[in-house]
Each structure stands twice: as C-alpha cells, then as structure tokens.
C-alpha cells in the first residue's frame, strides 16, 4: 500500500462528503490488471452476416478480441467464417436457438417468453451449446438475453430465468441498458449491455470516459458490422474505438466478456474471504517453499494485508512480515522476491532474514503499484527444520511507501 493510495480514498471520501448525489461510488477503485482504470468488452449479437468477415477482420487488424453471440441456425449459413473468427481468438457465446422474446414482438409470437416453461428454457440452452460445440468445438460460457428480456410466463405465472443464467453460465448480459457494469457488486448473470449500434466514435468516447473515472466495467452491444443500416455498429466508429481503447495511456482492459467476468469473480472472492492466516509454509512436492503473503504474519504500526491483491503494503521501517517454514532439507537455495512498487517509490532497502546470512538490497522497479514482478534477489544457505522468516525494511528506511509483497519463493539448488 502507499501514500497516494490513501490520498486518493481520502479526497474520494471527501467528495462524497461534499455531494451527498455523489452517493455510491466505490469506495476503493476496482483492482484491474496492470493498473488499468476500467474494462471494455465488445459484444454483438445475431451471428450476424458481416460480423465473421469485415467485423473480426477489422478488429484483429487491431489485436481485439470480441464476444459473438450466436444463434448456430446462423452460423450454419457462414461456417467457415465463423471458424475462422474462433481459432483467431474471439469468444463464441450462447444466443439461444430461437431467440425468444416477449409475443408483443409479432415475430417473436409463436416463440414467445411469454408462454415458455422453465425446462423448455434449460433443454434449449444446453441444446444451443451443444450445437455451437459440435460447429466451432467450443463451449460457450457466456450468454445474451435475446432482446434483453430476462422472464418467462406471463401475468402471476411470469417468472425470472436469471437463476438459470447464473445456474449454466459464467455471465449472462442484457441489451440496452443506460449503465456500465459495477464490477465489485453487479450480478453477474444479469450485466448490463449498452448499446453501440448505429453511433458515432464522438457519441461512445463520453461513457468509456464516465466508465474509467469510475473503475467500471463497460459492456456495448451491437449487431450487423458495416458501414451503414439498421442494427448496425459502424467500421469508422469501430475503428476509432479499437485504437483508443488500444492505446496504453488510455488504461483500457479490452477483452471478451468471459474474460473479464472470470477475473472479476476472482478478484471478488479474494476480497470477501480475508484469507491472510498466518500457517507453517511447508514444501511443495519439488522441494520448493513458497512463503505467501496470505500465510505470513503482519506486524508493525501500519502494515496491512489487501485481499484483492493478496499481498502486503508496507509503510514503516517497523512493519514486518514473518513467517515460520518447515525447511526439509539443509542446502542452498535461491530466493525470488514477487512485489510491486511505483517507480518514484522504488529504490528503498529492505533485509529478508532467515537461520543463515541476510539477503539485503532494494527494491526494484516494477512500473505501477498494481504491476507485480517476480525475481531473484539472491541465494541463501539455510539448515532443515522449523524456522522464523522476516522481511522488513532496513531500519533507516525513510517514511513513505515501500512495496506490495505478495510472495517470496524459495527454490533448492541441485
Ligand atoms: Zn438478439
């Protein structure tokens, strides 16, 4: 952790003082992937006719990887696109096979949501993905409420299918909707999509701006690919949008809607459990030792242990972390250090003590506090047995910031 880290909760802390309207804004910005603000996933539904051909042909001229809805009685009718579009790295996801929607829709009458039963809507679903699997040999693990609906029934028999979403499918996501994906607390099988079809690059560039002051996640929707029509995202928009999104000082995380959505759950889920326990490191079956942050012990007037990056943040010369290793067997063994600092932070020494002679040194660079690096820091002669392992900062470590821990390794040399 750092002083930065900490300014920015507290103007944040200010802010939503100051404007009650403010109101629920997280409280910390979402951990993403090498610093990144916000993340971006491009979608579109339909398995629409231009989207194999000149959508993924524009998009890997770019190096992005877009979610495919598909409904595989069109994809039959463009295979050998589609497979093409799936070996180049693009998700292929569940769009059901009739694609159902409320009979207010007159074409959607006689495949009604409103006169469908909760099993009919299971056999369908598994039915689509079988279908996909046998076309593209790919399972799909995303799916996409045809025309955002998310019911069945009709009247006091009208029930919700996003348990069922959530039952068969990493995520489920909707279709117009007027918000970006809160990635610490949305539903996961009920997303947002917004809307992308028929915009310009100027119309879409104020919600990827609103979307990265807010650490979330944007989600757009769109069908045909090309340069005109109806239900159509625009190439010229498409273009401007991948190279924006691609330019590293935009801090865009472009990537499938799976991708992402694995990832958040992830980083969910070390959030909630506060898995810091301190335990005995024991060696793995090669003999390696592996002291995590998650099992070492903090102590100290300010060290702190951050469940969504699974490490500690160090800001005193006093803070520590200590664990007790099982060592099997007496030798020499390399030690790696797997940290993050910032560059203007880097630089400060530290002492990692163990039974045999100190490794001292300094902390090197890593680019960003939310970018970890793994590397050796040099080797130590170390007896079998229980022992007491400290790092900790040299005690003329100025005040300030002095790196994230998330692992020291120990590997035996043969
Ligand atoms: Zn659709």
């Not at 993403?32 to 194999?52: H, Q």
């Not at 829709?105 to 809507?121: C, E, I, P």
């Not at 007027?178 to 997303?191: F, G, Q």
């Amino acid at each position: 952790m750092q002083f930065n880290r900490l300014i920015s909760f507290s103007v944040i802390l200010l802010g939503l003082a100051l404007d009650p309207f403010n109101g629920y804004s997280q409280e910390q910005p979402f951990p993403w992937p090498e610093g990144k603000k916000m993340a971006l996933s491009l979608s579109f539904d339909d398995a629409r006719v231009t989207n194999p051909t000149l959508g993924t042909e524009l998009l890997d001229r770019h190096g992005v990887k877009a979610t495919f809805f598909l409904v595989p009685s069109a994809v039959r009718k463009n295979l050998e696109s589609w497979k093409k579009a799936t070996v180049s790295g693009h998700e292929m996801a569940n769009h059901s096979i009739y694609h159902p929607c409320s009979g207010n829709f007159v074409w959607s009458r006689d495949k009604a949501l409103d006169n469908y039963t909760m099993d009919q809507m299971r056999q369908e679903l598994l039915q689509t993905n079988k279908e996909i699997q046998e076309l593209l040999g790919v399972t799909p693990t995303v799916y996409a409420y045809p025309c955002g609906q998310t019911y069945i029934g009709r009247g006091e028999t009208a029930q919700s299918f996003i348990p069922l979403i959530s039952e068969l499918f990493l995520a489920g996501r909707g279709w117009l909707d007027e918000a970006p994906v809160d990635p610490a607390y949305a539903d996961m099988a009920h997303l947002t999509g917004m809307k992308m079809d028929n915009m310009s690059f100027e119309e879409i560039l104020p919600l990827i701006q609103s979307a990265s002051a807010n650490g979330q996640w944007l989600v757009l929707a769109g069908h045909e690919t090309n340069n005109s029509g109806n239900q159509t995202t625009y190439l010229s928009m498409l273009d401007k949008l991948a190279q924006y999104a691609t330019d590293p000082a935009n801090g865009i995380w472009i990537a499938p809607i799976g991708t992402i959505a694995e990832y958040v759950n992830e980083k969910r889920a070390l959030m909630s459990a506060n898995s810091n326990i301190p335990q005995t490191i024991v060696a793995s079956p090669d003999g390696g030792l592996s002291l995590s942050a998650e099992k070492g012990k903090g102590s100290g007037p300010k060290i702190q242990y951050m469940p969504e990056w699974a490490a500690f943040g160090w800001f005193t010369a006093a803070d520590q972390v200590s664990w007790e290793v099982d060592v099997p067997k007496k030798g020499i063994y390399t030690v790696y250090l797997d940290w993050s600092v910032s560059d203007e932070e880097a630089g400060h020494p530290y002492v990692f003590e163990t039974n045999g002679k100190p490794i001292k040194g300094k902390i090197g660079k890593t680019g960003s506090w939310e970018t970890f690096k793994r590397q050796a820091i040099g080797k130590v002669k170390l007896d079998a047995g229980l022992q007491k392992m400290i790092f900790k900062a040299d005690p003329n470590f100025p005040i300030g910031g002095m790196l994230d821990l998330r692992e020291i390794t120990l590997v035996m040399e043969r």
